[in-house]
């Protein structure tokens, strides 16, 4: 069957280190990966999209590696800030998005 | 950057009724929105993609006949929840992408609608 896991429901770590999500697949080939950030109650909000021949994609404090072959795609945050709380989606694009099961992040000051 | 609206934000329902949840992309032309709903704790679940002018396409498991899609405008797609029960309180959320902006692009998203049938 397809799946798409994150590796942790929920990583809590201290400000300004570096929070780094893991997003595995079975079962999908996707040309395009994103990632998106949700606050409760809101919808969700884009990240970053990396496409399948693009080994990794940068935006100010955000990184995204994404391997075809292992299937999975890494998100790091670097100096994490207690702002940067939030739950972390990756979702496969194809076509429509199909969203993994998410990580919640603490960022303890 | 584009903005999707969606309404009500909260809804409260009697068991029974049903409801209707408004998703209107506010600064371009959506021929197609998705539905998802989450529950809480959970990840979004895609329900249906809503195409403008032509039946939606329901995903696996989830009835056509109780969750209603209409996109009659390219601005504009409804879900109805039709004979809500406790089991359908959930958070409802719409989504679109830009068609003007070419290839696989990010989605936007709605602010949500938390539904409570009581």
């Known amino acids: 069957s397809q799946k798409i896991e994150q590796n942790s429901e929920a990583l809590n770590i201290q400000e300004g280190k570096t929070a780094t999500l893991t997003c595995n697949y079975t079962?999908?080939?996707?040309?395009?990966l994103q990632w998106y950030r949700q606050d409760p109650g809101r919808g969700p909000v884009f990240l970053l999209l990396?496409?399948?021949?693009?080994k990794e994609k940068r935006k100010e404090r955000l990184k995204v590696t994404f391997d075809t072959t292992l299937k999975q795609s890494l998100f790091h945050i670097t100096a994490s800030q207690p702002a940067d709380s939030a739950t972390y989606l990756c979702?496969?694009?194809?076509?429509?998005?199909?969203f993994g099961t998410g990580t919640r992040l603490q960022v303890f000051p | 950057g584009a903005v999707v609206s969606q309404h009500p934000s909260r809804v409260i329902c009697k068991s029974g009724t049903s409801v209707k949840i408004e998703c209107r992309s506010l600064?371009?032309?959506?021929?197609?929105m998705f539905w998802y709903r989450q529950f809480p704790k959970q990840s979004l679940m895609l329900m249906a993609t809503?195409?403008?002018?032509?039946?939606?396409?329901?995903e696996q498991g989830v009835e056509k006949d109780k969750f209603l899609i209409n996109h009659a405008s390219l601005t504009l797609s409804t879900l109805t929840v039709t004979s809500a029960h406790p089991e359908d309180s959930s958070f409802y959320i719409c989504?679109?992408?830009?068609?003007?902006?070419?290839?696989?692009?990010?989605?936007?998203f709605g602010q949500g609608t938390r539904l409570t049938v009581v």
């Open positions: 600064d371009f032309q959506a021929t197609t």
């Open positions: 979702a496969l694009d194809t076509d429509k998005l199909i």
């Open positions: 079962n999908y080939s996707p040309a395009y």
């Open positions: 809503s195409n403008e002018g032509s039946k939606a396409t329901y």
């Open positions: 990396i496409r399948e021949n693009e």
């Open positions: 989504s679109a992408r830009d068609p003007g902006v070419g290839g696989n692009t990010e989605a936007f």
